[in-house]
């Protein structure tokens, strides 16, 4: 297939696509600061812990699924152990492997951020589509990604 060149369509809509992104995410760090709630990227680590088995993940796992380099999660750990919303195990069957674990505590900050973050997802994303535009869109996107699973 011959590679096709960038019209000014797909630019606009490229950066329409990140424009949204980022406006809507930035709304919704705003509604959980305004209820004093931390920031969205803790959302992320507690929300893969709590689905996991044993609401525990080898940080490696977990630095895959939340997207972040190892350093940066490592960080992001530090804050949620510290407000003792996870904790970090050794691995009884590999000395260099370490588990991040949901605490209770860590379990119901995760549902006090759902509340807020799944209030903006409706009011700066889902009230804002019909059902045949959301359609549509999740049909372009899961093309784009390549795949037909689900994501949160």
């Excluded at 696509?17 to 930035?26: D, H, M, N, R, T």
């Excluded at 709630?37 to 699924?65: F, G, H, M």
Aim: glycine share 4%; proline share 3%; hydrophobic share 40%.
């Amino acid at each position: 297939m011959a590679k096709q060149r960038l019209d000014e369509m797909r630019n606009s809509t490229w950066r329409l696509f990140l424009s949204a992104q980022i406006q809507v995410v930035e709304k919704i760090q705003d509604k959980l600061s305004a209820a004093d709630l931390p920031p969205l990227e803790w959302y992320d680590v507690l929300w893969e812990l709590k689905e996991a088995p044993d609401r525990r993940l080898r940080l490696s796992e977990l630095a895959e699924r939340v997207l972040l380099s190892r350093s940066n999660l490592t960080r992001l750990l530090d804050r949620l152990e510290k407000n003792a919303l996870l904790q970090r195990q050794s691995c009884p069957s590999d000395r260099r492997g370490t588990f991040a674990v949901l605490t209770e505590a860590g379990a119901a900050m995760q549902e006090k951020m759902w509340a807020i973050y799944s209030e903006g997802i409706a009011e700066y994303f889902g009230e804002r589509l019909s059902d045949e535009e959301v359609k549509v869109m999740q049909q372009a996107l899961k093309k784009i990604l390549g795949e037909n699973s689900t994501h949160r």
